[in-house]
């Protein structure tokens, strides 16, 4: 438990610039907090005690305004970065290495009890405020951009912008507009 605690903080430091000092990581970034708040309500999950892992899922959403529902699946080293209004659903599944800035939203688009939320593999990044809806997967060292709402799956290594999300760099992405640019 210690050695997996120890690795959160050293990805805060790694991944973090502003991170100053262990202590400092320790004592006050809301994201690692909600990842160690959901590693107790997800162990609480899958020993069938419901009841108490949505409320330690609760209480984490409270002080930290991250939302991770205690049945998502959740890999090594996952560092969410200012963290939020950051929402991860019930089936989601994000491997090791996986980084989200504040306001991602994992979510469903089915009212069935199914897989209805993404599926994020090792080492994808997620920019602040985007949105990924339903069962898709983002490939491996995929990066989603900031603001994008991703409803189809990204292979591995694409970057994706804008709404609906469209790759970056390939000569589909060159014949879209500009994302970037805001007009008027």
């Given at each position: 438990m210690f050695t997996t605690l120890r690795e959160d903080v050293r990805t805060a430091m790694a991944k973090d610039p502003a991170a100053v000092s262990a202590l400092e990581v320790v004592l006050t970034y809301a994201g690692l907090h909600a990842v160690w708040l959901y590693r107790l309500a997800h162990a609480l999950w899958v020993r069938d005690h419901s009841l108490s892992a949505r409320l330690v899922s609760h209480l984490a959403r409270f002080l930290t305004g991250v939302e991770i529902h205690p049945g998502a699946t959740?890999?090594?080293?996952?560092?969410i970065d200012h963290g939020m209004g950051t929402v991860i659903g019930e089936t989601a599944e994000l491997g090791d290495d996986v980084l989200l800035y504040h306001g991602v939203t994992l979510g469903g688009k089915s009212m069935r009890r199914e897989k209805r939320h993404p599926t994020l593999e090792d080492g994808v990044t997620v920019g602040a405020s985007a949105t990924l809806l339903g069962p898709i997967t983002v490939g491996e060292d995929a990066t989603v951009g900031a603001g994008a709402v991703v409803a189809d799956d990204v292979p591995p290594g694409t970057t994706v912008v804008g709404n609906p999300a469209?790759?970056?760099?390939?000569?589909?992405?060159?014949?879209?507009?500009?994302?970037?640019v805001v007009d008027g």
């Open positions: 959740i890999g090594d080293r996952l560092f469209r790759p970056v760099g390939t000569e589909d992405a060159a014949n879209q507009p500009d994302p970037a």
